[in-house]
């Protein structure tokens, strides 16, 4: 059965940093390419960043792309979204899954940029 558990969300002022953290569970994430989605209200969910299984390169959305890096730790099976110089418009639930998803969905992280 494959499981996301995302944590490290939070309340910070733009400008600011976080770094989000997902542990995957029924899937290696060294093996798949994997991803972080958002979704903010009233908006669909987005694909932010992807770190591509056998290449490992990776590629984000534009309005996240010199500010957003993911990455991986094979040991610990958990990927990662470092954030930095956060905007308000960065304010949503985090989420991450594989590319293209699965319909194992965790409970997200709410990341919330206050101006």
């Known amino acids: 059965q494959v499981q996301f558990v995302e944590s490290g969300g939070g309340l910070v002022q733009a400008g600011g940093s976080l770094r989000l953290s997902c542990v995957a569970s029924?899937?290696?994430?060294?093996?798949?390419?994997m991803g972080w989605y958002r979704q903010s209200p009233g908006k669909q969910r987005e694909l932010v960043a992807r770190?591509?299984?056998?290449?490992?390169?990776?590629n984000y959305a534009d309005s996240v792309k010199g500010r957003f890096t993911i990455s991986r730790d094979n040991a610990k099976n958990t990927v990662y979204l470092q954030m930095n110089s956060l905007k308000p418009e960065d304010t949503a639930v985090y989420y991450c899954?594989?590319?293209?998803?699965?319909?194992?969905w965790g409970q997200g992280t709410q990341v919330t940029v206050s101006s």
């Open positions: 770190r591509f299984a056998n290449s490992g390169n990776t």
């Open positions: 899954n594989r590319w293209p998803s699965t319909s194992s």
């Open positions: 029924g899937i290696t994430v060294r093996s798949n390419t």
